[in-house]
Every structure is written in structure tokens, then in C-alpha cells.
């Protein structure tokens, strides 16, 4: 996952940002207000299971919205996958295809198969057009990085168990365990 390091915008700009977000003035930015804020390019709904998987992650008081303090690292987090997306899709399509996903995944530091790369395609092809989109990206990229850094059995763990154990039956854990290359940039 490509982070950048950049500096945090300000505060000022945040507020707005969190303001125009917080449509229900709640004083916190909930699933269904993120996921309206949110595009993935297209005039679908961005993907719901990255939202919660997204929330989740900067939801420090488990209340299951995020909250102004822990805005700023949530803004920071969409907007470094955006610019990582934009630098996978080399041409511009505004998706993600079988060899730009293979390319973006080999730089995350992910040594898998063309067959594994194209059952993630499957998997994470939410609209069947052979091509993942901004939020599907990051949610094939997050499940596969707890897949290969946890050893819980969270849902999201099992679905990249299952597609290992697709892949290599009678092999999953030894494929997780020997996948060990990986690593945030
Ligand atoms: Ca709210
Ligand atoms: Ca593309």
C-alpha cells in the first residue's frame, strides 16, 4: 500500500470536509455517510463491505462511525489509495485490469500465481467486466493483507482463506505461511 508520508491537510480544511460529510450534524461520520461521500468512479454505490472494513479501522471508540479526531487519518487513508489506484491504472480506464492488478500486488510485495491473481479478479469483479474498481481494489488489497498478516478468523481472514484453499487445496496455510514478502511501502 502505497503511503506517501505527505503532511495532514489542516484543520480547517478538514472540518469542512468532515462538516459536508456529516450530513446528519451527529458530530460523527457514520457507514451511510462515508459511503455518499464516497465515489468509485462510476454512478454505483461504493462498495459497502470496503466502508465498513474502512470505518472499522479509524472507529477507535467502537461506536462504528469515526469521529473528527480520527477524520484526518481516515481522509489521509482514502486519498493515498486514490492516488495508488491512479498509478496502477496505467491507462486510465478509471479500473483496475487482470495486469495492472498483477503489477500493483507484485509492488505491494505479493509474490502470487496468475491463477490466484485471476480468482482475486473473480472475486473482487463486483460488476462482471473482468475489472476492479477504486473500492473493490482496496478491499481485495486490505483482505488480502490480514489474510497474510493474521492469523484470526475474522470473515474477511476466511474469504481470503477460501480463496487460497480454491487455489491450492490442502494447502491454504502452508501457501499463507510461505507468502511472506509482503510489506506496506
Ligand atoms: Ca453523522
Ligand atoms: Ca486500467
Redesign the pocket.
Known sequence: MAYNNGGMPDQQFLWDVFQR??????????AD?LQVALSNGTWSAFNPETIRLMIGMFDRESTG?VSFQDFGALWKYVTDWQNCFRSFDRDGSGNIDKTELKTALTSFGYRLSDQLIEVLLRKFDRFGHGTILFDDFIQCCIVLYWSLNSTSSAPEVRVALDIAEFVYPDSALRFINTTTSHQRH
Open positions: 460529510v456529516d450530513k446528519d450534524r451527529s458530530g460523527h461520520i457514520s455517510e462511525t
